[in-house]
């Protein structure tokens, strides 16, 4: 008996600490603009509204661009019930007017706070207000919540960031939850049921060397990014004026291969044609929110050249060819090897699978996938359906999936950039690369 009840307060116990966020949102990697790599605390009612504008007159909101985030210094004190004070000078007609605004052009609004007692530039931050700043926000009409981890000292990480995401569920409204917590305690081994995205590393800085340094340390990370769970290797420096327009264009198209949010942190109203065309690359926009929603693991390493691969949707992907060298380089690409790679599961193998003997989508075998199917990651139900895998594979008692060979003939390869097919004399070819820049190629099915 006295066991029993043990039992049942430890299940208790687990489950008011199990996070509940809100299913169904961010099932592919949210896409905005936040105020802070460009602005930093110089933040207004007038400079959000004139972003808002921005991205509809831009053509950004068309391209896929949703969320208006104000980063930051919005905040400057609490009133006598602790409710968050919004600064008076800076937002005079209050928050939720601007959320108004923002809501008036069919775009989205999200503010930003910190898990610890301060933000990182000393305002108000959340500890011990979280159940009453997520009412506070439902209020305004918030509808994404970057969460810092300024100010937190003692805290556990895990339970903070819990603690906000009920505090969110509980106040009603659906709110992207993104952990900014610099990846110190490994979010994506705990974060996927309490937040929609996570940062994974310290802050981008607006350089060719900052950019590819946290680049570099999403390697091993994209088993842990699927629909409504992403890693977010910081925000877009696009347009900054700090890397060269190749500089930018590798950047973007490198977020874009991650399966990255796509947060813009440049000046909308003040856009170059080059960053527009960046930013505005519908191509590179529907790789990186392609409905599979897999991250890009790298294929080859060697030093300054690799070799990256994003499994897509209907058995297609992208690749994504990268000079890093401050060199020119002239590649071998041999695309028929390239066209082999398997895109499902985890691992490159140059098989696919094959259509079941009835139904099915050309190229498209029908049925649902299966979690735990060979290769493929525990649990990710669309991801198997998505990459073709066959009824019932993966099932106990089942035959497992007949692979077949997809190869060149298979495809027709598009260059992102360039916006054209390939016309291919040989199976391979020389590719010539410019310092720090990519190739970004993808294979579409025929
Ligand atoms: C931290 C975050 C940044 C930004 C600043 C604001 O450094 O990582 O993205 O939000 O705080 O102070």
Redesign the pocket.
Known sequence: MKKSLIFLMAMLLTLSMSAQKFEDLALTPPMGW?S?NKF??DVSESLIMQAADAMISSGMKDAGYEYIVI???WQVSRDENGEIVCDPERFPHGMKYVADYVHSKGLKFGI?S?AGTV???RRPGGFGHEYQDARTYAKYGVDYL?Y???GSTTQDAKSSYTNMSNALRTAGRPIVFSI?E?GSNKPWEWAGPVGHLW?TT??ISDSWNSMIDIFEKQKDLARYAGPGKWNDP??LEVGNGGMTTEEYRTHFSLWCMLASPLMAGNDLNNMTPETKSILLNREMIAIDQDSLGRQATCYRDNGDYQIWVKPLSNNEKAICLLNKSDEKKSVLVDFDLLAKIRTFGRGFGGTMPAAPPSGGAPGMPGGQGIPGAPGMPGGQAAAGAQSGMPAGAGQTGQARPRFVQLTLNDYRIRDVWEHKDLTLKETSMYVDMLPHSVKVYRFIRK
């Open positions: 936040n802070w930093h605390c980063d930051d210094c930003y910190s933000t990182c530039q970057k810092d981890w300024c900014c610099w940062r310290g802050d910081d925000m």
